[in-house]
Structure formats: C-alpha cells, structure tokens
C-alpha cells in the first residue's frame, strides 16, 4: 500500500527545502544582475571542493567501520551504472534515434545515464530515509565509485565516443558545417592520467586520512565534530550551484535528453533494486540505500567534463536540469513502488 503520509513528509521536509536552493540560484542572477554567474558558480565549487566536501569526508570515515555489507553498495550502483550506460549507448549510437545527434552530444547523455548526483541530492533523502547512520554509504559510494569510474570510464567515453567523425568520402578542403554547428574532426582530447587527476583532489586525501585514522584505532571526536561542523555547508552550497547551472531561459525538453533522464531516473535503480538480493543478505538499510543512490538526477560534474573535453556543455546543463526536475516525481513513484523505503 501506498504511504501518503510518509510521500508527504518527504515532500514536505526533504524536496521543499532541496527545490528552494536550487531555486535560489536559479533566480539569483535575476535578484543581483550583475552577478557574474560564471565565476560564482566557479568560486562556489571551488570552496566546496577544496573545503567543505573533504572535511565532511573525513568526519565520516573517520567514525565508520568498514563492512562488506558498506562495500557492496558501491559495487551495486557500479554495475547499475554500466546498464544504464549500455541501454543509453545502444539507444543513441545503435539506433535511428540518435542517428542524428553529433557524437560529442550522444557522449554526454551516455554519462549522464550512468552517473548521479549521490552526494548533494542523495545525502538528504537517505537520512529522511534512514537516518543519520545512511550518511555512510553515500560517502563510500562516491569514492569507491563515482569518483573512479567518472575519471576512467567517464574520461574514455568522453575521448572515444565523443569526438565526431569526418562524414564519408568527405575531400579535403570540402565545405562542412559552419563552426555554430559541429566542430571539426580532430584526433581525440588528450586523456589525463586518471591517477594523477584523482590523487590531486583534496576529498580523496581527506577520505583516506579518516578511513587510515578510523582502522588505526585513532578517532577523536573532538576532531569529528569540528569536521562535521565545517562541512555542513556543502549540500546548501552546491545545491544553490546547481540552481546557477540549469539553463531556466532554455529548459526546451529534448527528446534525446528526456531518453537519458528515464534511463538514469527509472531503469538505473531498477536494475540495482533487482541486484540487492546478490549483494545483500537481507533487505535492510545498506540494500535500499543503495536504490536510492542510483535513482539520483544528473551529477554536476558532467558540466565540467563536457566544458573540458570540449562535448556539448548546452545538452549537459539541460540534462542536469530535467533530470533534476523529474526526480521529484520519480522519486515517489519508486517510494510507492517499494523499491525504496
């Protein structure tokens, strides 16, 4: 049976708050126009990375022992990730449908498919969900999957399937698609050195600290509190962010974009709901919460990739702002459905 109160509260105590913020920052350039939004929402990140997002990270696994059960939530929305990441790619570059789409568009919506935003949207409906101990797995998921496979497999896509190809029998010097259509062919971006790139983030320095201070038998809560006090700010902060990112003035809903969102919004968790049983020896806490991870809207991070990897940062930010939009109504269906509870 459908629990309408327990829908109503979370409208109420998690998706009201959350939508404010990010409302926030949608009407913020409207408020203040002579915001400069791109540095803002730059300065914002950067705060949040090399601040608030670390000390949080650290004040969590400082305090968690490491399980199998918290283990497995990570590989769960994995190998929910790469189905959608799959069904996405089949339908985009094996279909009609994407036919059309340049590559470094189709590129973009295969990320967004598989990746989520766990952290700043996934954060508050765990704890409404399951209380303050949930906080756990959505830190062990983001770095023992996110983080890796958005840098690795993430980055491959990106420089493999995200760079078009020069139409066949094409000449030399023939006349193409103006530069406001499709940027020329070039040889693939050049891929980072994923390691380097991960071991230059702070939160990955933070994560190992607390992890190596916890199983050494080191915790001082003292230390922990002082953490969670200053990273309280990084879900509001990035929140407000995202309402800055989502293209309010452009929200035209794509088809392909609409395609990515249920694939991410629906079949993602679906598919992790169904791998529970594998992982997980009863349904509990771990199981659910792990649902919950991967039915979580488009991640910020995929503006960034795109902007980096020269892909196309217009389809990212709409991607991100339909899925975020969605979400609040797909979040109760899989509430009423019972796959997440």
């Given at each position: ?85 799959l069904c996405a790619w089949a339908l985009l570059y094996r279909t009609r449908f994407g036919a059309r789409l340049p590559r470094r568009t189709r590129a973009v919506l295969v990320i967004g498919a598989m990746f989520g935003n766990t952290f700043n ?221």
């Open positions: 049976m459908i629990d309408l109160a327990r829908i109503g509260a979370l409208a109420v105590e998690v998706m009201l708050p959350l939508s404010l913020l990010v409302a926030a920052g949608g009407l913020w350039p409207r408020w203040f126009p002579d915001t400069d939004v791109e540095w803002l929402r730059n300065q914002l990140s950067r705060l949040t990375m090399y601040l608030f997002y670390p000390a949080i990270l650290f004040s969590v696994a400082m305090v968690t022992p490491i399980s199998r059960e918290l283990l497995a939530v990570p590989v769960v929305t994995a190998l929910a990730a790469a189905a959608g990441g949207i996934g954060v508050p409906v765990l704890l409404f969900l399951h209380g303050e101990g949930a906080l756990r797995y959505a830190v062990f998921n983001d770095m023992l999957m996110v983080m890796p496979l958005v840098w690795s497999l993430g980055v491959w896509i990106c420089t493999r399937l995200g760079v078009d190809e020069p139409a066949a029998g094409a000449a030399p010097g023939a006349a193409g698609p103006s530069r406001s259509e499709a940027r020329p062919a070039t040889a693939p971006a050049a891929r980072p050195n994923v390691f380097t790139v991960m071991m230059s983030m702070p939160p990955i320095w933070a994560f190992i600290a607390g992890a190596t201070l916890q199983q050494a038998g080191l915790v001082y809560e003292p230390v922990v509190d002082a953490a969670r006090m200053i990273g309280q700010p990084t879900i509001p902060v990035m929140l407000f962010v995202l309402g800055l990112t989502i293209p309010w003035h452009a929200l035209t809903p794509k088809r392909e974009v609409l395609a990515a969102t249920a694939i991410k919004l629906l079949l993602v968790p679906i598919v992790a709901w169904a791998l529970g049983p594998l992982f997980f020896e009863a349904p509990g806490d771990a199981q659910y919460s792990a649902t919950v991870l991967a039915a979580v809207p488009g991640m910020l991070t995929l503006l960034m990739l795109a902007d980096r990897f020269e892909l196309d940062a217009p389809e990212a930010a709409l991607f991100i702002g339909w899925s975020t939009i969605v979400f609040w109504l797909t979040l109760p269906v899989l509430l009423g459905l019972g796959l997440v509870r």
